[in-house]
C-alpha cells in the first residue's frame, strides 16, 4: 500500500444520482474470513470494471464492511474513526441500530443490469454470508423524496464531493475510504399528506413546488434543514454526502438515507440534533412523520486497500 501514490476510490462513493438502486445487507458466517477477503476484493473490482463496462447506463457501486465486523476481517489494521452506530432515542423519535456485517450498493440506470450484478454478488458469496435485508431504490419523480420534496440540493458539488466524502492524509493507510451511514426510514405519508402545505414546508425549511431555501430568519428551529446545517468549532460547515433514494412498495416505503463522509462525526452531530435538538426543545418535527428502522454503520475502504489485503 505504501509504494502507491492514490488509492482507486470505489467509483459508488461519490458518484451523482442514478435512476436506481439495489441494496444489499448480509451477515457474515463465523470463520470464513480467509476467503471473504478475496471474494469481497473480488466483487469490488468486479464493481469497478462493470462502471466501465455500463459507462452509459452510469453503473456504480461500492462494497462496505460493518463496524462490527472489522476486526474480524481485517485484524491488524482498523480506520481510525469506525466506531457502531450512535443509537438516539428521544420522546417519539427512534434512532436504532442494526448493525449488519457487509453492505452492498449498487447502483445504474438500468434496473435489469442492476439484478443481474445483485444475483452476481449474491452468488459469489454463497457459504460465506447470508443475505439478511434488500431494498430496492429509485430516482422519485424530479429528484424527490417520497414527502414531495427535492432531496440532495445541497449535496457538495463536483470535486468537493471526494473531499466531503473520502478519507485523506489524516489517515494514510485509510486514504479513499469512506464512513457510510445508513438508515432505513419508514414514512408514514398519510400523517404527511394530511398537513397544509406551508407546514410542509416549515418543517423542511424550502418550499416544495420550486425547492427554494427559506430565509434565514424564517426557517423555524425545528425545521429540518436548520437542524442539520451544523458548524464545527471553527466556524467551518460540517459536510457530508448524501446518496440517499426512495424505496419501497406502496404498504412500506420510504428513504434509504445514506450518508457517505470522511468522518463519522458529522452525521453523529446532524442525527443528535435532528433527535435531541437544540438543547432548547428544537428537535427536527420531519421526524414526527418518518421512522428510522434500521441505522447501520460501516466504512468502504479503497479498491486498493481490498486488493492489498486479499491475499
Ligand atoms: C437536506 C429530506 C434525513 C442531512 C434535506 C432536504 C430534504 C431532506 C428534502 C432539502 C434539500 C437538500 O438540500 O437536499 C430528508 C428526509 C430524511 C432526511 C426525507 C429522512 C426521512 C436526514 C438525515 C440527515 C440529513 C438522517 C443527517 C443525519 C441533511 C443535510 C441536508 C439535508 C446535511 C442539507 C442541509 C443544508 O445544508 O441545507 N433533507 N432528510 N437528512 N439533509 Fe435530510
Known amino acids: 500500500m505504501d509504494s502507491l501514490d492514490m488509492p482507486r476510490e470505489q467509483l459508488g462513493i461519490c458518484a451523482e444520482g442514478n435512476l436506481h438502486a439495489v441494496y444489499l445487507m448480509f451477515n457474515a458466517n463465523d470463520g470464513v474470513e480467509a476467503q471473504m477477503r478475496p471474494c469481497l476484493a473480488n466483487i469490488a473490482q468486479y464493481i469497478y470494471e462493470l462502471a466501465d463496462q455500463y459507462a452509459d447506463s452510469a453503473f456504480n457501486g461500492f462494497v462496505a464492511i460493518g463496524a462490527n465486523y472489522w476486526d474480524a476481517l481485517y485484524p491488524d489494521t482498523r480506520p481510525a474513526e469506525l466506531r457502531p452506530f450512535p443509537a438516539m432515542e428521544s420522546g417519539d423519535r427512534d434512532a436504532p441500530a442494526i448493525e449488519y456485517d457487509l453492505f452492498f450498493h449498487l447502483r445504474c440506470d438500468r434496473l435489469d443490469i442492476l439484478h443481474l450484478v445483485a444475483n452476481e454478488v449474491y452468488g459469489m458469496l454463497e457459504g460465506l454470508a447470508e443475505l439478511d435485508d434488500e431494498e430496492r431504490g429509485f430516482r422519485y419523480m424530479d429528484a424527490r423524496d417520497l414527502t414531495g420534496f427535492v432531496d440532495g440540493t ?66 423555524p428551529l425545528t425545521a429540518h434543514i436548520k437542524r442539520v446545517n451544523l458548524k464545527d468549532e471553527h466556524g467551518e460547515s460540517m459536510e457530508i454526502l448524501r446518496q440517499s433514494l426512495p424505496f419501497g412498495t406502496v404498504k412500506h416505503q420510504g428513504l434509504m438515507f445514506i450518508a457517505t463522509c ?38 468502504a475502504p479503497s479498491l486498493d486497500f481490498m486488493i492489498h489485503y486479499s491475499e
Not at 475510504?177 to 425549511?205: C, F
Open 154 to 219: 445541497e449535496n457538495p458539488k463536483g470535486r468537493n464531493r471526494q473531499q466531503v466524502a473520502l478519507v485523506g492524509e489524516e489517515d494514510p493507510e485509510f486514504r479513499g475510504g469512506s464512513y457510510i451511514h445508513v438508515q432505513k426510514y419508514v414514512h408514514n405519508l398519510r400523517k404527511w399528506q394530511r398537513l397544509p402545505t406551508k407546514k410542509q414546508e416549515d418543517i423542511i425549511g424550502r418550499t416544495k413546488q420550486d425547492n427554494i431555501e427559506y430565509e434565514s430568519e424564517d426557517k
Open 262 to 299: 470522511k468522518t463519522p462525526t458529522h452525521f453523529e452531530k446532524m442525527l443528535h440534533s435532528m433527535v435531541f435538538g437544540d438543547g432548547e426543545g428544537n428537535h427536527d418535527h420531519l421526524m414526527h412523520f418518518t421512522q428510522a428502522v434500521t441505522g447501520s454503520s460501516f466504512f
